[in-house]
């Protein structure tokens, strides 16, 4: 297990899998993609996902480099053919395929997120007590750039874990 890894190395896998099954995915719709493989993965294995934090903005949790990355699209599919995208990003997403563990669990999360579109998804991130939400109330409406923690983060995805499975009991 590489962890963690660049967030535009996950948004690199994940835009690769919507590549091959036909599936947009906007920029809205990757933050929300990445949000919860980090969720998951901060839950399942207790270590992040990715390097960068997750930030608390005013419309929900944001990856900023990665929203500076593909605003260019704003909330069009996004384009592999247009992004930045440099040699060295190729290395590390081959790299991300040779772990086994963690390609498993992104395939996962897409299998679970990708018939929902930026909105649902985004919805999903606002719930009451969600980590986004938690960090909100605690700054004021016009900033911006809270940092959600990352116990904050799985706290919230391992209570997510033990409601769906008792449910299922």
């Known amino acids: 297990m590489g962890l963690p890894y660049?967030?535009?190395?996950?948004?690199?896998?994940?835009?690769?899998?919507?590549d091959k099954e036909g599936i947009d995915i906007s920029p809205m719709k990757m933050q929300k993609l990445i949000y919860f493989a980090h969720g998951w993965c901060l839950?399942?294995?207790?270590?992040p996902l990715i390097e960068e934090s997750i930030e608390a903005w005013r419309y929900g949790p944001v990856i900023s480099n990665i929203y500076y990355w593909l605003r260019q699209f704003g909330s069009q599919p996004i384009q592999l053919f247009d992004l930045d995208v440099e040699p060295q990003d190729f290395a590390r997403l081959k790299m991300l395929r040779q772990d086994g563990e963690t390609v498993q669990l992104l395939h996962?999360?897409?299998?679970?997120?990708?018939?929902?579109?930026?909105?649902?998804?985004?919805t999903m991130t606002h719930l009451p007590e969600s980590p986004w939400e938690e960090a909100r109330v605690k700054v004021p409406k016009e900033k911006f750039n809270v940092t959600i923690e990352d116990q904050q983060i799985r706290q919230y995805f391992i209570e997510q874990f033990s409601k769906a499975h008792m449910s299922a009991v």
């Open 43 to 47: 839950a399942i294995n207790g270590l």
């Open 6 to 18: 660049r967030a535009k190395t996950i948004a690199l896998f994940f835009l690769e899998l919507g």
């Open 108 to 122: 996962k999360v897409w299998d679970v997120y990708k018939g929902y579109d930026a909105i649902e998804l985004s």
